[in-house]
């Protein structure tokens, strides 16, 4: 496959990830808690990164929250922004470790937590700053709240359903990240 087919194949489905990132949440719209508890956004986003590679991971995830905000008035601004990040960050994590690590299903797992890690991190970072240059504070109990308690249903699924979505993407050699 040349180049040049791949990059457009790269881009037809980041375009298709982007799309249902931008459509999941209307399958938790009507209670806005569980949308909240299952992160259906993160989801493309990170098939986005392991499938394409990190930088159209970084693109979608970076662009679906205020793209969504936009479009569809959700999620408000203050989610939105910190949000933006800390996709971007799944989709780095996760398209530059799948890329790095040797290929296997514990890896396909590794690659997974760790950018659900390092994105909620990313996530607490921007929300710190963004409540910074405002009056209100953003103490540990709010991020440990925002990042992990209330998001372990989400969590669950996501580690449940990526890795068995990526080994079948895989089998049929639907992978363009290498």
Same mark, same amino acid.
């Given at each position: 496959?040349?180049?040049? +087919?791949? +990059? ?5 489905? /980041? ?20 949308? /909240? ?62 890329? *790095? ?5 514990? +890896? ?27 009056? /209100? ?33 895989? *089998?049929?050699?639907?992978?363009? +990240?290498?």
């Amino acid at each position: 496959m040349t180049t040049a +087919n791949v +990059n457009i194949r790269r881009l037809t489905w /980041s375009a298709i990830w982007l799309a249902l990132a931008l459509v999941l949440p209307f399958l938790t719209g009507q209670i806005p808690t569980v949308g /909240s508890m299952l992160c259906p956004m993160h989801i493309p986003v990170l098939l986005c990164g392991f499938t394409c590679g990190w930088p159209w991971g970084v693109l979608v995830g970076f662009v679906a929250p205020p793209l969504r905000m936009v479009l569809f008035g959700m999620p408000p601004m203050m989610v939105a922004i910190p949000m933006a990040f800390e996709l971007a960050a799944y989709g780095f994590v996760s398209g530059l470790l799948y890329k *790095k690590l040797p290929k296997s299903k514990m +890896n396909i797992y590794v690659t997974l937590i760790s950018a659900m890690v390092i994105g909620r991190l990313v996530w607490g970072a921007v929300k710190f700053v963004m409540m910074g240059l405002s009056t /209100s504070a953003f103490p540990l109990s709010a991020f440990i709240a925002g990042a992990v308690t209330t998001a372990i249903p989400g969590i669950i699924l996501h580690i449940v359903l990526i890795p068995l979505i990526v080994m079948l993407l895989e *089998k049929h050699k639907l992978i363009l +990240n290498d």
